[in-house]
């Protein structure tokens, strides 16, 4: 069954650090996100991306987030400058884009910022 | 701004039971979603729901949601430990809005 898959699965960080965040989605999907969840908390929208550009974006995704799909495969999430309450699970997730959202998430990445 | 209120947030009970969890808003959902998520992994989707009223089954799992669409809930019969983990609601604003909204969830701990 096809699969987003997501690297690193973990990431060691320091504070003031850019890391990038890469997903390679499904390979019919249309529609791509990003999540985050930090520790003991719900799972938070950041960004959805939908032909080349952001379709919405939430307050969290400041401007030190940015998404890029560089390729036809991989969809990424930069942060340019981490703060240590960057540290969260980073899930990436894809739709087909019918109607609904249905999307499905990757395994995560897991960003320790220090 | 559109919330989901999942309850309860712990369940533990005994294998062979039944259990219902729910998932609430004041807020009206275009379609809602229904994950479960294991510990350091992703949500894994079970189930979408997008007709008020609708009712779905998965093996011994029976999700419904609610006539106005503000609401669902997630039946398991005689659970069994493997059913244990994080059950989560997603609701979806729908039409070009593809933002889910997540619970809080709900922790089931299943005992032999």
């Known amino acids: 069954e096809p699969e987003v898959t997501q690297t690193p699965s973990h990431q060691v960080t320091q504070m003031g650090q850019e890391v990038i965040l890469r997903c390679v989605p499904i390979s019919n999907h249309l529609y791509f996100y990003w999540y985050r969840q930090i520790l003991g908390q719900k799972v938070e929208f950041l960004v959805s991306f939908y032909n080349n550009e952001i379709s919405e974006k939430s307050e969290i995704f400041d401007d030190q987030f940015s998404v890029e799909r560089p390729d036809g495969s991989n969809f990424t999430l930069k942060i340019r400058s981490t703060k240590l309450e960057d540290s969260a699970m980073y899930f990436c997730?894809?739709?087909?884009?019918?109607?609904?959202?249905?999307?499905?998430f990757g395994p995560g990445t897991r960003l320790l910022v220090l | 701004t559109q919330l989901l209120e999942q309850s309860p947030q712990f369940l533990s009970i005994q294998e062979g039971e039944n259990l219902t969890v729910y998932c609430n808003s004041s807020s009206v959902f275009s379609s809602l979603q229904w994950y479960r998520q294991e510990p350091g992994e992703g949500p894994v989707l079970l189930v979408t729901?997008?007709?008020?009223?609708e009712v779905k089954k998965l093996k011994r799992l029976t999700f419904q949601f609610g006539d106005a669409r503000k609401d669902s809930s997630l039946h398991i019969t005689a659970a069994q430990p493997g059913d244990t983990g994080l059950y989560l609601c997603?609701?979806?604003?729908?039409?070009?809005?593809?933002?889910?909204?997540f619970g809080k969830g709900t922790l089931l701990t299943v005992n032999p």
């Open positions: 997603a609701g979806g604003g729908g039409g070009s809005n593809y933002k889910l909204t």
């Open positions: 997730a894809s739709s087909e884009g019918t109607s609904y959202p249905r999307p499905y």
């Open positions: 729901v997008v007709t008020g009223g």
